[in-house]
T-cell receptor, first 115, second 110 residues
Framework: SQTIHQWPATLVQPVGSPLSLECTVE??????LYWYRQAAGRGLQLLFY??????ISSEVPQNLSASRPQDRQFILSSKKLLLSDSGFYLC??????????????FGPGTRLTVL | AQSVTQPDIHITVSEGASLELRCNYS??????LFWYVQSPGQGLQLLLK??????LVQGIKGFEAEFKRSQSSFNLRKPSVHWSDAAEYFC????????FGGGTRLMVKP
C-alpha cells in the first residue's frame, strides 16, 4: 500500500531564515505530487504541483519554491521566511495515470510557525 | 473554472443524531466529487468519492453522499454521529484541478 511522509512535523523559525520541508511517497511510481498551505481558520491553498521529476508548476507567486529531485520526493523551500508563511503545510500525492484532477491522498502535515 | 461552496462554517449536533453537511459545486461538465475529513493537527483523509454510476456513494466510517446533478450538490450524510466524528470536513470537485470548499467544522455534543 502507499504511504506518504512529511517532516518535520512541527517547525518554529525566525523571520528571514531559510526553509526546507520534505515529502516522500512510498509504494507507487511516477505519482503527481502537490504542496498545499492551510492558514489558520482557512481552507486549502494549492501552492505547487509536479507531474514528474524536475517538473514544477506554481499556482501562487510568492517567496516559496518547490523541487522534485527524485520520483517520490517533493521539497518545499524558501530562502527567507516571512511572518505570513506561517501555517499548516500539506503534501499530497495522486496517481500519475489519472491526471492532476484525480484523487489526492494527503500526508500528516507540517506546522510552521514563523516568529 | 470550477468552484465549491460549503454553506455551513460550523455545525453542532448531538451524539447519536443524524448529520448532513452541504456541498454545492459549479462545473460545466460531469464532475468528480470528493469528501475529506481533517482531525485537528492532522492531514486530510479521503471519506468517499464520486466519479460516475450510482449517485449514492458509500464511504468509510459510515458516511455516505448523494450526487444530485439537478441541484449541483453532493451532500454528506451519516445516520448516527459519534463523538469521534468531530472534525473539519472538506468537499472538493475536479475540473482541471482539484478545488476545495472552505470546510465545515463539526462539533458533537455528548
Amino acid at each position: 500500500s502507499q504511504t506518504i511522509h512529511q517532516w518535520p512535523a512541527t517547525l518554529v523559525q525566525p523571520v528571514g531564515s531559510p526553509l526546507s520541508l520534505e515529502c516522500t511517497v512510498e509504494g507507487t511510481s511516477n505519482p503527481n505530487l502537490y504542496w498545499y498551505r492551510q492558514a489558520a481558520g482557512r481552507g486549502l491553498q494549492l501552492l505547487f504541483y509536479s507531474v514528474g521529476i524536475g517538473q514544477i508548476s506554481s499556482e501562487v507567486p510568492q517567496n516559496l519554491s518547490a523541487s522534485r529531485p527524485q520520483d517520490r520526493q517533493f521539497i518545499l523551500s524558501s530562502k527567507k521566511l516571512l511572518l505570513s508563511d506561517s501555517g499548516f503545510y500539506l503534501c499530497a500525492w495522486g496517481p500519475g495515470s489519472g491526471g492532476v484532477a484525480d484523487t489526492q491522498y494527503f500526508g500528516p502535515g507540517t506546522r510552521l510557525t514563523v516568529l | 473554472a470550477q468552484s465549491v461552496t460549503q454553506p455551513d462554517i460550523h455545525i453542532t449536533v448531538s451524539e447519536g443524531a443524524s448529520l448532513e453537511l452541504r456541498c454545492n459545486y459549479s462545473y460545466g461538465a460531469t464532475p468528480y466529487l470528493f469528501w475529506y475529513v481533517q482531525s485537528p493537527g492532522q492531514g486530510l483523509q479521503l471519506l468517499l468519492k464520486y466519479f460516475s454510476g450510482d449517485t449514492l456513494v458509500q464511504g468509510i466510517k459510515g458516511f455516505e453522499a448523494e450526487f444530485k446533478r439537478s441541484q449541483s450538490s453532493f451532500n454528506l450524510r451519516k445516520p448516527s454521529v459519534h463523538w469521534s466524528d468531530a472534525a473539519e470536513y472538506f468537499c472538493a470537485v475536479t475540473g482541471n484541478m482539484l478545488t476545495f470548499g472552505g470546510g465545515t467544522r463539526l462539533m458533537v455534543k455528548p
